[in-house]
């Protein structure tokens, strides 16, 4: 499908989805560009936006139903266009099935509670026709007694992809590798395994290039990426140094130029006026693997120093620390 391409990795933007933009308005002149320039660059899968109950509105992309994102379509020959469903938050009547002229992929994504429960809810996705992809939120939360099982579970559903996520940008590359290595020794082959990383302790790039270097060469592979590390907090793996450590080391052909070209129509203007990246608070989130709403809130309700905001995350045990409970943060 992918004719200029390296065959087994796909990049994946997700820029669309990931913007810090509230209700995620980007304008309707805006997601068509930014997808035509994706598209242009040779961006293997588009992640276009959500799927949500909400109602929809007008030059979002958080969308209602499949019908609403078809206009910004092309249908590029060698693009996969896909949405995220965040389980419990969207209700499957809205669901229209499969017919080529909108999304062919779905990504869930789900919380550690509702591990028992999303297949069921996969299955009826895939029934629909589509694509499907599984990924935790937070895979370092589970055991690998827990993600074994769970493999087990996902290699009798057959999903196309299954992406290892860390939700709060705490892993450094050897326990990246060792969940990224343990899944590969388990999963089915024909299941393509992904990687989507976060950028609190500037590692995302890093991880994601070693995750290309080192699983590219067993199976097909799926990494996450946004323009100019687009995204809510610290940000994510930049598409642009993926795209261009692909060409370089890996015999891609990626038109780096559309994409760049798309950071300075698009992505720069809205650097302006919303700000993500890496940042003290963030980083603090990344070193204790803490949800960064603790952090934001310490923030903004007190003036304190960083090694004092350290002291009382450190303070959670490992499950506080990814919640986000006021009332103990306060308390502490």
């Known amino acids: 499908m992918r004719e200029n391409n390296v065959n087994n990795i796909s990049v994946l933007d997700c820029t669309l989805r990931e913007a810090p933009i509230e209700n995620l308005m980007w304008g309707k002149n805006s997601v068509s560009r930014i997808i035509q320039g994706l598209e242009n660059a040779l961006t293997d899968i588009i992640e276009v936006g959500f799927l949500k109950n909400n109602e929809y509105a007008d030059g979002s992309t958080s969308f209602q139903n499949v019908e609403q994102i078809r206009p910004y379509l092309r249908k590029k020959r060698g693009t996969d266009y896909v949405a995220l469903i965040d389980y419990g938050r969207y209700d499957l009547s809205n669901l229209s099935p499969y017919d080529g002229t909108s999304i062919d992929g779905i990504r869930i994504c789900f919380k550690k509670s509702e591990v028992n429960d999303v297949l069921e809810f996969a299955e009826e996705i895939k029934n629909k026709g589509y694509k499907v992809c ?73 991880n994601a290039q070693c995750f290309i270097r080192e699983l590219s060469v067993k199976r097909n592979i799926i990494v996450d990426s946004s323009l100019l590390g687009c995204g809510r907090g610290a940000g994510n793996a930049h598409t642009e140094l993926i795209l261009q450590y692909i060409n370089r080391k890996h015999g891609g052909s990626y038109d780096l130029n559309e994409a760049l070209d798309v950071i300075d129509e698009e992505i720069s203007k809205l650097q302006d006026k919303i700000k993500w990246g890496y940042s003290m608070p963030y980083f603090i989130s990344g070193m204790h693997n803490s949800h960064t709403f603790n952090v934001k809130h310490l923030l903004k309700r007190h003036n304190i120093r960083s090694k004092d905001l350290r002291n009382i995350i450190e303070k959670l045990n490992e499950e506080e620390k990814k919640k986000y409970d006021y009332t103990l943060l306060e308390r502490i």
């Open 134 to 206: 599984i990924q935790h939120v937070d895979t370092s939360a589970y055991s690998k007694d827990e993600i074994l099982k769970f493999i087990e579970h996902i290699n009798r559903f057959r999903p196309y992809a299954y992406s290892i996520v860390d939700t709060f940008g705490a892993m450094y590359e050897d326990e990246m590798l060792n969940i990224a290595h343990m899944v590969d020794n388990n999963l089915d082959k024909k299941i393509r395994l992904g990687f989507h990383g976060h950028n609190n302790i500037m590692l995302a790039d890093a």
